[in-house]
């Protein structure tokens, strides 16, 4: 027998569109073929289970293989297979979906997430690289004959009947010309770790099984030991370093999800190995770009998520944003704070540990999501120079006492480079205060952030001011030096520095401080690293130059020294002092070196 007739759709050639527009990767075909054989094997097990199918089931597996002097690549399952009725209704009236109607048929026996169900649009992805598709299968229904199914690539189609003896599906793929790429086993190979890796039935290539048809996301956490959570990142990511540690991830109401999110060890940079996560429905890759699924901060987390709940358009190619999208959103940042805070709350050392790897994902966190800064301002931690790590209160606690200014507000200080700004920490040392180490990319923002919602609090940079502004208290140092001689002084090294983006002053600070300070203010610098960070209309900061502070210290003995020298004299002084303090903050270069170079030989030579 056979029968000729036309695909019913409501255009009058829907396969260039396909090949065109709605793929936009041709080697999506593969995913969608062994996906319906996979669904198609779901069915008959699933049949079996509830008595429906009494047939001997066997180990149903799914069996791709290529033929490259026939042209062709064969997709095989033992799944439900299809009557010739069945193949008119599922495969050319493609706007009918076989997957909804057998839920809906057997949704009371099972579990609606097992079908992955896209036979019909998907199918004619085959047409992306084929220039002929056959189909041979064979109902599981009793007294059922096998039929074949042909299509060119038009509207028209043939049924005639087939030699099949087992229950299932081939599909038969003549590939076109322009699609040879296809035939290379190693591409082929690709692919199938790529979109089936973890599909739940065994799919087989060239003699062996290439996927985990039980990945440790299907199972519960109890059933897993930290060994297979490792074992499990390793099969994901082969090269990566051990992961810190990991999240479960696991809700079946209001929407369905599994996964498991792993933090890898990252050193503060934001775009080190993005699009890492990868999302899965039903077992199916999807993607690994999850930014409208996972909060913008936990980019850069490892892992898996799979949710039949994620709203993908026709393709499965992309994301549709949508009210459980958010939902999602929010769970896995609610999941992440509690994860953390639990790790705190056990295992501080372990966490302490951890911090550096860590605290680039919390601060951005703390920066984007209000509710994540509610649950991590209990637990994110800051790094004295000393190495202890403190919570936001402790911290507040130790420093309370020393460090609060006169005007009743608490003054925090941070550095950011230990080394260059040795000898202001050592100054404020020398007073018993505390210093931060905030040295991250996004720590300039963390900054701003805890300024805003810290009462009373500021933080300013070590080197900002002198040790005695830094944190202004009811206390005044007399100066040694009288008006006059302090102008004096003061027009020496104006003179003897000749910058006009140096501001010159002169103050009473005490006799063991430094002879001259140079600081940028806390203010400039602020704005300057926020346009290096990209802080948007910050930008223009990094054009303008550097206006420093030049504060001389009227107590100290070189400065008395200058003003009773020689009057050809003071100017030279002045300026080896100067120098020697951009010397000690890396900051002389160029002929402003050789010059200090030679007149320090100069000096050592008179003497």
């Not at 995913?31 to 054989?37: F, G, M, P």
């Not at 038009?154 to 699609?179: C, M, P, Q």
């Not at 109401?253 to 498991?260: M, R, S």
């Not at 930014?291 to 936990?298: A, G, N, Q, R």
């Amino acid at each position: 027998m056979e029968e000729r007739g036309s695909i019913s759709i409501h255009t009058e050639n829907i396969f260039p569109i396909i090949k065109k527009f709605l793929y936009s990767d041709h080697e999506i075909f593969l995913r969608e073929l062994v996906s319906n054989a996979v669904d198609a094997t779901q069915k008959i097990k699933r049949l079996a289970a509830i008595g429906e199918y009494k047939g001997d089931l066997g180990e149903p597996k799914v069996t791709v293989s290529v033929d490259k002097d026939a042209r062709t690549i064969t997709i095989a399952d033992q799944g439900i297979g299809m009557t010739a009725d069945e193949i008119k209704k599922y495969i050319n009236q493609i706007a009918f979906s076989g997957a909804e109607e057998f839920v809906e048929r057997f949704k009371e026996a099972g579990d609606r997430s097992q079908i992955i169900g896209q036979f019909g649009l998907g199918f004619y992805s085959a047409f992306m690289v084929a220039d002929r598709v056959e189909i041979i299968t064979k109902s599981y229904q009793e007294g059922a004959e096998a039929a074949r199914w042909s299509c060119d690539g038009s509207t028209e189609f043939a049924i005639t009947s087939a030699d099949k003896e087992t229950r299932g599906t081939n599909v038969i793929l003549h590939i076109a010309s322009d699609s040879e790429e296809f035939l290379e086993t190693a591409r082929v190979k690709t692919i199938l770790d790529k979109y089936c890796k973890f599909l739940p039935v065994p799919v087989e290539f060239e003699g062996e099984v290439i996927n985990n048809p039980n990945p440790i996301w299907t199972k519960q956490p109890s059933e897993l030991t930290d060994e297979d959570y490792k074992n499990f990142y390793k099969e994901l990511y082969p090269f990566s370093e051990a992961p810190l540690f990991w999240i479960h991830l696991n809700v079946d109401y209001p929407f369905n999800l599994t996964g498991i999110l792993y933090f890898p060890k990252i050193k503060n940079d934001f775009e080190l190995q993005r699009n890492k996560i990868q999302l899965y429905s039903r077992q199916v890759f999807i993607t690994d770009e999850v930014k409208d699924v996972v909060p913008e901060f936990l980019m850069l987390l490892h892992g898996v998520i799979d949710s039949p709940d994620i709203p993908l358009n026709v393709s499965r190619s992309f994301l549709q944003a949508d009210s459980s999208v958010k939902k999602i959103n929010t769970y896995i940042t609610k999941k992440v704070a509690d994860k953390l805070a639990e790790i705190f709350r056990k295992d501080r050392e372990t966490f302490e540990k951890n911090w550096n790897d860590i605290n680039v994902f919390v601060k951005y966190g703390m920066l984007s999501d209000d509710k994540f800064y509610e649950k991590a301002k209990d637990f994110v931690l800051l790094e004295s120079i000393d190495n202890k790590y403190y919570t936001i209160e402790e911290y507040k606690a130790l420093t309370q006492a020393s460090q609060t200014d006169k005007n009743g507000n608490l003054v925090l200080l941070y550095t950011t480079d230990a080394d260059k700004q040795h000898a202001f920490i050592e100054a404020a040392q020398n007073r018993s205060y505390d210093v931060l180490k905030l040295d991250s990319l996004i720590d300039s923002h963390f900054i701003g952030m805890l300024e805003q919602k810290l009462e009373k609090t500021t933080l300013k940079r070590v080197d900002s001011d002198t040790t005695d502004k830094l944190i202004e208290k009811d206390e005044n140092k007399e100066s040694v030096l009288n008006d006059k001689e302090k102008e004096s002084l003061k027009g020496i090294y104006e003179t003897a520095i000749d910058n006009k983006n140096m501001t010159v002053e002169v103050a009473a600070m005490s006799p063991d401080d430094a002879p001259l300070v140079i600081t940028l203010p806390e203010f400039m610098r602020r704005m300057k690293d926020m346009s290096k960070a990209g802080g948007g209309g910050m930008m223009f900061m990094g054009d303008m130059p550097d206006m420093y502070n030049v504060t001389i210290n009227a107590n100290h003995s070189l400065n008395q020294r200058i003003l009773n020298a020689k009057e050809d004299n003071k100017a030279r002084i002045a300026r080896q002092a100067f120098d020697l303090a951009l010397l000690s903050q890396n900051m002389l270069s160029g002929a402003a070196l050789t010059s200090f170079v030679k007149r320090s030989f100069e000096l050592i030579d008179k003497e």
